[in-house]
């Protein structure tokens, strides 16, 4: 059963001359419990799918399907519930003024839960980080403590489906690994369904059972990692992409 369904998916930015048609008729699924990876160079579209998705772009046309719930305009509560985003950039995302304990407890608040004090120390842990760290600023923290920090709010509404947005390209190349082996860690233990967008196809390897390439807005192929490690690709975009991609192992889920 599918988590996640994108039917002919359109989107765009601007009217008439200035119109720039961000994605075009994106169509994949991903299944309850998968981590699926968006990869391609940088405006390609893959991040619009995820803040389409969210309702962070007004103009959208196409089937967008969270479990058998088809969304529309507006996204409720309880979408956010089951639904979070984790950004790319870790300290932007934070409040400065904001101790993580702020952080996390207006989240629970938000969502209607009673046992803040507990559910803080438990998000905490989950991420890896003692009670030492709840009444930090953002400013306190290292850039991996701080996506910690912001995975650890992501989960607070106890969602089923997790959106990563470049989750660790922000991040010292020492605690990348650190950081996507906690969420390889996070997805098994809390059954999350994952969708991932990166660039960096060794990321993807780790992290993700299947993937679909973008260039210029378009999906133009759809691999397994089995196929993208074996470099077993049609499209020549795919194959650049492979043949091209710094540092890309293909036995990637090897490493760290």
């Not at 059963?1 to 998916?9: E, G, H, I, T």
């Not at 058998?68 to 870790?90: H, S």
């Amino acid at each position: 059963m599918s988590r996640l369904a994108f039917r002919d998916l359109c989107v765009w930015f601007g009217e008439g001359e200035d119109r720039v048609d961000a994605v075009k008729n994106a169509t994949f699924e991903v299944p309850s419990g998968a981590s699926f990876g968006l990869v391609g160079e940088s405006g390609s579209g893959k991040s619009t799918i995820l803040r389409a998705l969210m309702g962070l772009v007004p103009n959208w046309s196409g089937e967008m399907v969270v479990g058998e719930r088809k969304l529309g305009e507006k996204r409720d509560r309880a979408f956010y519930k089951e639904v979070q985003m984790v950004f790319q950039d870790p300290y932007a995302s934070l409040h400065p003024r904001h101790s993580v304990d702020q952080v996390l407890s207006e989240v629970l608040k938000l969502h209607g839960f009673s046992d803040i004090d507990r559910r803080v120390n438990a998000l905490l842990a989950d991420v890896g980080l003692g009670p030492s760290y709840r009444f930090r600023y953002p400013h306190q923290l290292s850039g991996g403590q701080r996506q910690r920090v912001a995975i650890a709010r992501a989960l607070a509404p106890e969602p089923s489906v997790l959106l990563l947005d470049e989750p660790t390209s922000a991040l010292d190349v020492s605690v990348q690994a650190e950081v996507l082996n906690l969420l390889t860690d996070l997805r098994e233990e809390h059954g999350l369904t994952y969708l991932m967008v990166s660039h960096d196809l060794a990321v993807i390897a780790h992290m993700c059972e299947a993937t679909a390439v973008m260039q210029n807005g378009e999906i133009v192929e759809m691999l397994s990692v089995e196929e993208m490690r074996a470099m077993r690709a049609e499209h020549p975009y795919t194959r650049h992409l492979l043949e091209s991609a710094s540092g890309y192992n293909p036995n990637a889920e090897q490493r760290a």
